[in-house]
């Protein structure tokens, strides 16, 4: 989406996405690392620790023994050295800005990590699903793109891999985790009772207002209504969440991850 923002997709953009592939990567290494090690999170035994996850298998492998700690923060350092390869090629190629943004992506997990305690781990999240992403779309292919747009344009899709997103990966880490002092808004839900559908289908409807608005200012293209094929399918799934959890939020992620990629077809066919 940053690429078609700033100017289109080229071999560039295709070279920026590998970098941002990779510092993803090795965010979600030192993640691991740093809940193991920083935060405590995954330590202790196995009630005690957040769950293992249907989507990746490999939560808690520092707390099983397969793996060490300092084979995990190795892992990711590795992924951040091999993301700066395609990053400094586009210095060079397209400007230096794209080293900022870099810079500040590879930062964001530490951020993410901690924030589980000081209320801002959805923003945290926000911010490198959605803006940083962004960002180094469009420094891939401009040296001087309009950012300003490339932020507000990724803002509804940031939110529903975070807002959205993170209730849904934390719901059965709530309560190992709140005795650890979470402080996530999004454990709150779970702590005091608040209907998870109700809260899952606020923060959709409050998207999908903002993406009116992002269209009817011209930063989004109409097209990108297609995203409101997945209206009824958001509903559809919030309504089994209670029947079948671990089920239905699987449905309900892979539906989400289809909102951005319907957002960009629309981008591109409509802008």
Same mark, same amino acid.
């Given at each position: 989406?940053?690429?078609?923002?700033?100017?289109?997709?080229? #071999?560039?953009?295709?070279?920026?996405?590998?970098?941002?592939?990779?510092?993803?990567?090795?965010?979600?290494?030192?993640?691991?690392?740093?809940?193991?090690?920083?935060?405590?999170?995954?330590?202790?035994?196995?009630?005690?620790?957040?769950?293992?996850?249907?989507?990746?298998?490999?939560?808690?492998?520092?707390?099983?023994?397969?793996?060490?700690?300092?084979?995990?923060?190795?892992?990711?350092?590795?992924?951040?050295?091999?993301? #700066?390869?395609?990053?400094?090629?586009?210095?060079?190629?397209?400007?230096?800005?794209?080293?900022?943004?870099?810079?500040?992506?590879?930062?964001?997990?530490?951020?993410?990590?901690?924030?589980?305690?000081?209320?801002?781990?959805?923003?945290?999240?926000?911010?490198?699903?959605?803006?940083?992403?962004?960002?180094?779309?469009?420094?891939?292919?401009?040296?001087?793109?309009?950012?300003?747009?490339?932020?507000?344009?990724?803002?509804?899709?940031?939110?529903?891999?975070?807002?959205?997103?993170?209730?849904?990966?934390?719901?059965?880490?709530?309560?190992?985790?709140?005795?650890?002092?979470?402080?996530?808004?999004?454990?709150?839900?779970?702590?005091?009772?608040?209907?998870?559908?109700?809260?899952?289908?606020?923060?959709?409807?409050?998207?999908?207002?903002?993406?009116?608005?992002?269209?009817?200012?011209?930063?989004?293209?109409?097209?990108?209504?297609?995203?409101?094929?997945?209206?009824?399918?958001?509903?559809?799934?919030?309504?089994?969440?209670?029947?079948?959890?671990?089920?239905? #939020?699987?449905?309900?992620?892979?539906?989400?991850?289809?909102?951005?990629?319907?957002?960009?077809?629309?981008?591109?066919?409509?802008?």
């Amino acid at each position: 989406m940053g690429a078609v923002l700033a100017g289109g997709i080229n #071999a560039n953009a295709w070279i920026g996405l590998a970098a941002g592939l990779l510092v993803m990567a090795g965010g979600h290494s030192f993640n691991s690392f740093l809940d193991c090690s920083w935060t405590g999170l995954d330590k202790g035994k196995v009630e005690d620790r957040s769950a293992e996850k249907d989507y990746c298998g490999g939560q808690n492998i520092i707390e099983a023994g397969i793996v060490t700690p300092r084979e995990v923060a190795l892992n990711a350092v590795g992924w951040y050295v091999l993301s #700066a390869v395609p990053v400094i090629y586009l210095a060079v190629k397209v400007g230096w800005p794209i080293l900022l943004v870099w810079v500040l992506s590879m930062l964001i997990t530490f951020w993410y990590s901690k924030a589980k305690f000081n209320w801002t781990h959805e923003l945290a999240l926000f911010m490198g699903a959605g803006p940083l992403a962004a960002l180094i779309g469009m420094y891939s292919v401009s040296p001087s793109p309009a950012w300003w747009i490339g932020i507000a344009a990724s803002a509804p899709a940031g939110l529903i891999l975070s807002f959205v997103g993170l209730p849904l990966d934390e719901w059965e880490d709530a309560e190992a985790n709140l005795k650890k002092g979470v402080k996530s808004v999004a454990y709150k839900v779970w702590e005091y009772g608040v209907d998870l559908g109700f809260y899952l289908l606020s923060w959709i409807m409050f998207v999908y207002l903002m993406q009116l608005f992002l269209i009817a200012v011209g930063i989004l293209a109409p097209l990108t209504w297609l995203t409101f094929v997945l209206v009824p399918m958001f509903m559809a799934a919030v309504v089994f969440l209670k029947k079948s959890f671990r089920k239905t #939020a699987g449905i309900l992620v892979i539906i989400g991850a289809c909102y951005p990629v319907l957002m960009l077809l629309g981008q591109i066919l409509g802008g």
